[in-house]
């Protein structure tokens, strides 16, 4: 299954997908070379800043392996600022609060879906050279003159 794989660049961000093997066993925080995901990337630093399982569990950093985990959380990826319980009432969430929330580890395996990368070198190229499809400006919306009837 392909690799979505967004590529983060002050700002603006560039997606693409890959099937790539090469990215299995990277773990998040590791820092490697653009041409291992596409050729034209060649020259660039890239660090993987987080991943997205099948189901939508974050990766998290501090786990390591590649299976799903289930982890006491009082802050952070997949926490709330209230217990579910509560609902939509307007309530300030309790000093002390942690849930115990599924999350998958930091090492990229083929049940990830989704790979969060940021660039820290730039290459030879510009990315809106290599992506020119999304470098395209968003279009106005044409608004219907209305003829007026006398």
Same mark, same amino acid.
């Given at each position: 299954?392909?690799? =979505?794989?967004?590529?983060?660049? =002050?700002?603006?961000?560039?997606?693409?997908?890959?099937?790539?093997?090469?990215?299995?066993? =990277?773990?998040?925080?590791?820092?490697?070379?653009?041409?291992?995901?596409?050729?034209?990337? #060649?020259?660039?630093?890239?660090?993987?800043?987080?991943?997205?399982?099948?189901?939508?569990?974050?990766?998290?950093?501090?786990?390591?392996?590649?299976?799903?985990?289930?982890?006491?959380?009082?802050?952070?990826?997949?926490?709330?600022?209230?217990?579910?319980?509560?609902?939509?009432?307007?309530?300030?969430?309790?000093?002390?609060?942690?849930?115990?929330?599924?999350?998958?580890? +930091?090492?990229?395996?083929?049940?990830?879906?989704?790979? +969060?990368?940021?660039?820290?070198?730039?290459?030879?190229?510009?990315?809106?050279?290599?992506?020119?499809?999304?470098?395209?400006? =968003?279009?106005?919306?044409?608004?219907?003159?209305? #003829?007026?009837?006398?």
């Amino acid at each position: 299954m392909p690799f =979505k794989i967004n590529i983060s660049n =002050k700002g603006k961000t560039f997606k693409l997908e890959a099937d790539n093997e090469g990215l299995i066993g =990277k773990k998040i925080g590791e820092k490697f070379d653009g041409k291992e995901i596409k050729p034209e990337l #060649a020259g660039y630093e890239l660090e993987i800043t987080g991943t997205s399982d099948i189901a939508g569990f974050p990766g998290f950093k501090e786990v390591e392996g590649t299976s799903l985990k289930r982890v006491l959380l009082s802050y952070g990826k997949g926490m709330h600022k209230k217990p579910r319980r509560q609902g939509k009432k307007p309530v300030e969430s309790p000093n002390g609060l942690r849930l115990k929330k599924s999350i998958r580890g +930091n090492t990229i395996s083929k049940d990830t879906i989704q790979i +969060n990368i940021n660039i820290i070198k730039p290459g030879s190229k510009k990315l809106g050279e290599i992506f020119p499809e999304q470098n395209k400006p =968003k279009e106005k919306p044409q608004v219907a003159e209305v #003829a007026k009837s006398k």
